[in-house]
């Protein structure tokens, strides 16, 4: 069985958003500490992240299943000696598959080394991600925070964290400059503050409602 690894936050973070903002705070110390899984192994967070798109956590997690059993590990070695029919079979759909195989050549060409992302900023981290092939924005703020493990990640493409936002602060509407006063306001620990947006979007405070409603 694989190690579950969990995004690692402390004290020190929530002291600094309770101080920063009186709502969140007050929603940090209902919900008490979350944790969220994370895969450091940056390939298979891709991976993962390409086989959920538009589709439900659900179905992502039947086609996960059956690509461990196929291709365990799931490594661009494995899955480089793997026929796009092969990928299929596991259940994805043809552009996913090609996606995957697309990624997966360019890794073991030397084109794309994804140690050399540990290291860069997150605007270039993400700069890198979007040139591949099934890659966008939110894609790539989501692998800075559930593989990189980065600390200030806040994503304006996230409808969660929109409605996390609305409904934490009462916003029938979150504008891009709203937005960015709040990311601001959680700045260095973002990636905290979005983790209990996501919760308050999912109804851990149930008497919290979405003005946009």
């Known amino acids: 069985m694989e190690e579950k690894h969990y995004f690692v936050y402390g004290e020190a973070e929530l002291a600094y958003l309770r101080a920063r903002d009186a709502k969140l705070g007050a929603a940090i110390d209902r919900i008490g500490m979350i944790k ?4 450091p192994d940056l390939f298979q967070a891709l991976v993962k992240a390409i ?14 299943g059956r690509m ?3 291709f365990y590990p799931i ?15 596991c259940g994805l759909s043809w552009r996913k598959a090609g996606y995957i195989k697309d990624i997966t050549q360019a890794i073991l060409a030397s084109e794309l080394d994804l140690d050399d992302l540990k290291d860069m900023p997150d605007d270039e981290v993400c700069a890198r ?7 966008g924005q939110w894609t ?12 200030d ?26 937005f ?31 003005p946009a409603r």
């Open 180 to 210: 960015n006063r709040y990311r601001r306001r959680y700045s260095p620990h973002g990636t905290v503050a979005s983790l209990y947006l996501w919760a308050i979007a999912g109804g851990a405070l149930p008497e919290l409602t979405d």
């Open 68 to 70: 461990q059993e196929r």
């Open 51 to 64: 086989v959920g798109q538009q589709i439900s956590g659900k179905a992502q997690a039947a086609i996960w």
């Open 129 to 135: 991600l979007i040139k591949l092939k099934g890659i």
């Open 140 to 151: 790539a703020e989501m692998l800075l925070i559930f593989s990189l493990q980065r600390p």
């Open 36 to 39: 969220r899984a994370v895969q």
């Open 75 to 89: 490594t661009p070695e494995n899955l480089g000696r793997a026929a796009l029919e092969e990928l299929q079979g």
């Open 153 to 178: 990640v806040v994503s304006f493409g996230d409808l969660a964290i929109q409605r996390g936002m609305r409904m934490l602060y009462r916003h029938r509407q979150i504008t891009p400059k709203l």
